[in-house]
């Protein structure tokens, strides 16, 4: 909790923030509580038998077991709201450094740019590759 900035906690509930998530329990407790334990139990199987992984101890501890466990809960149109809440807000800070990485390369290249002209004019060469 302290690398999170937040004060520590005892027992904490799940939450979502922009930069870390954490369960109140397990996630498999969180998803089992979110979508009911007959579709829970029914989606651990179908991955299970999809990937090879055991139904309900292995199949959301592997990339593949997961992905196939999330195919299964969406195809039957419902929706994981904690899982979500991650992915929404992991987008979101994604997006943001995106936008300001595109901020910076473009100063960025303004500078250089205007670094190459000033270059260019002392030297009688304008191209950026002059630099």
Known sequence: MVLTGV??????????????????????T????????DL????????????SFDAESGVLKNYDGAISFL????GKGTHIAPLEGI??????SRD????IQKV?????????SSASLVRG?????????SW
């Open 71 to 74: 195919d299964y809960v969406y």
């Open 96 to 99: 943001s450094v995106r936008a």
């Open 30 to 37: 969180t998803i089992r509580a979110e979508i009911g334990n």
């Open 87 to 92: 992915v929404k807000r992991s987008k979101a």
């Open 104 to 112: 910076l390369h473009n100063i960025s290249l303004k500078v250089s």
């Open 40 to 51: 829970f139990s029914e989606a651990c199987r179908a991955a299970a038998a999809a990937t």
């Open 7 to 28: 004060a520590p906690q005892d027992f904490l509930a799940t939450r979502v923030e922009n930069e870390w998530a954490v369960f109140e329990d397990r996630i498999e």
């Open 121 to 129: 004019k002392a030297n009688g060469r304008g191209s950026l590759a």
